[in-house]
């Protein structure tokens, strides 16, 4: 498979730090509010990665975080007259529901900075101890200078940041050089805040990556996915630190999406053209919008407006009558031997399904993936009828369920898992990986309740309808 890697700024082949397995991690959202259209793009395009690796055989580690402190949520919090905590908490449902709406599967796991401030700390006081941070009055700078590799994925020149950012440096802060960055930041009143060898305080945005990346996925791993808008400083920042702290290489490939434009404007609070999903979700099947994300590569930049909305609409309901067309003729459809035609169907349906892969091969190239996708179904469209025999029909019914499954569309009906059975599968998978027994059994009992089978194979769990 290849990947582009931002930091090599070309097309690499993947190749996994330990065979069969890939860890990734994505930056997550800071859940200060519902998240808006403009981040369900990252959210789609690496749960759709995390899937086709799954696809592919991989065992996947998808580890995706909560910012749940930092100056917007305390901000927030204040206006609200609630604790960071409250306002956190109200949000992350918020965002299980929205993502859920929008076919992205829960990460492995869901590390909250709030709950990690051991690990963040211990790295800072790594950085502190071989001289990449320096404490100034109860805050804690990183040293960019002291880390010679600054800028090398954003390719930008230390001498050149500094100078832009010499304008800005504020010489109340104490700071050495303009280009240094917040490790930690000393309380302020009010603030909520947590002991460190430096007072009390709150990790930076960047740290808290760093720490829970590596908690849970090692000091090198696989992918590290994002947004376009934070290659830098954001991920820049975390090289340095985490490289900082290790002296190892810390990530492999970087892999980062292009923006999302409205009516072709920049997303914005003060054009009024900002989103949030839960204002979509008004007035449009959140499915459209992730059949619209994955219609173009995820690198290009992507226009939204109600047009592009509406288009994929159409598109995803052919998918849908022809499946359920397909299912319909299956029902009477005599067992018998394929005829030529049918032959034909059965080698263009293999054609289609290697087009996909090859496509999802090619740095995920969703956009042409769903061309071979409709062209499977045109084809069947063509073909099939009442008097087609069942293995064709079956092998045309089971190829679109397991092409669209990969791309997190056609979830809606019972044909495949329904998505609150697909949850209870991804929870158990990861109750069992923390060994949570009691839990585990719950979710295979409520499964089963819910009429379907499930085994524990050694590939991980098998389910399916009871019939
Ligand atoms: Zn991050």
């Not at 960047?206 to 908690?215: F, L, V």
């Not at 394929?338 to 399904?353: F, K, Q």
Request: proline content about 4%.
């Amino acid at each position: 498979m290849l990947i582009y890697n931002s930091q090599s700024r070309k097309k690499e082949t993947f190749v996994p730090l330990k065979e069969g397995h890939v860890g990734i991690y994505a930056c997550g959202p800071t859940v200060y509010n519902y998240f808006h259209i403009g981040n369900a793009r990252p959210f789609i395009t690496f749960d759709v990665l995390r899937r086709y690796f799954e696809h592919k055989g991989y065992d996947v580690t998808f580890v995706q975080n909560f910012t749940d402190i930092d100056d917007k949520m305390i901000s927030r919090a204040n206006e609200e007259g609630i604790t960071v905590k409250e306002l956190a908490d109200r949000f992350i449902d918020a965002y299980f529901t929205d993502a859920k709406a929008l076919g992205i599967r829960p990460a492995t796991v869901h590390p909250k900075a709030t709950e990690h401030m051991p690990q963040i700390i211990s790295l800072i006081q790594k950085l502190m101890d071989n001289g990449r941070a320096y404490a100034v009055n109860g805050d804690v700078y990183y040293r960019v200078k002291a880390f010679s590799d600054y800028g090398k994925l954003s390719g930008q020149n230390l001498d050149d940041l500094e100078m832009g950012a010499s304008e800005r440096l504020n010489v109340e802060t104490g700071k050495e050089a303009p280009a240094d960055f917040a490790l930690w930041k000393a309380q302020k009143p009010g603030e909520p805040a947590w002991e460190s060898p430096w007072g009390m305080g709150r990790p930076g945005w960047h740290i808290e990556c760093s720490a829970m990346s590596m908690t849970y996925l090692g000091d090198t791993f696989d992918i590290h996915c994002g947004g376009k808008d934070l290659l830098f400083p954001h991920h820049e920042n975390e090289i340095a630190q985490s490289e900082g702290a290790t002296n190892k290489p810390y990530v492999n490939n970087w892999m980062h999406n292009g923006f999302l434009n409205v009516d072709n404007e920049k997303m914005s609070k003060s054009l009024n053209n900002f989103f949030t999903v839960r204002d979509i979700a008004k007035e449009f099947d959140l499915e459209a919008v992730r059949m619209f994300m994955l219609s173009a590569h995820y690198r290009s930049p992507i226009n939204f407006s109600r047009d592009q909305i509406s288009q994929a609409h159409a598109s995803l309901t052919r998918l849908y009558t022809a499946r359920d067309q397909m299912a319909f003729l299956l029902i009477n459809a005599p067992n018998r031997p394929l005829n030529s035609d049918e032959e034909a169907l059965a080698n263009h349906i293999d054609a289609c399904a290697k087009r996909f892969d090859d496509a999802m091969d090619d740095d995920l190239n969703t956009a042409d993936a769903l061309g071979a996708l409709f062209e499977l179904v045109k084809e069947a469209n063509v073909t099939l009828n009442g008097e087609s025999a069942a293995s064709i029909i079956a092998n045309a019914v089971y190829t679109l369920k397991d092409l669209t499954n990969v791309l997190g569309l056609m979830q809606k009906q019972a044909d495949g898992l329904p998505s609150d059975i697909q949850a209870m599968v991804d929870e158990r998978a990861l109750a069992r990986k923390e060994k949570n027994w009691k839990r585990s059994d719950e979710l295979r009992d409520a499964i089963k309740a819910a009429g379907y089978i499930l085994e524990d194979t050694p590939q991980g769990q098998k389910v399916r309808q009871a019939l």
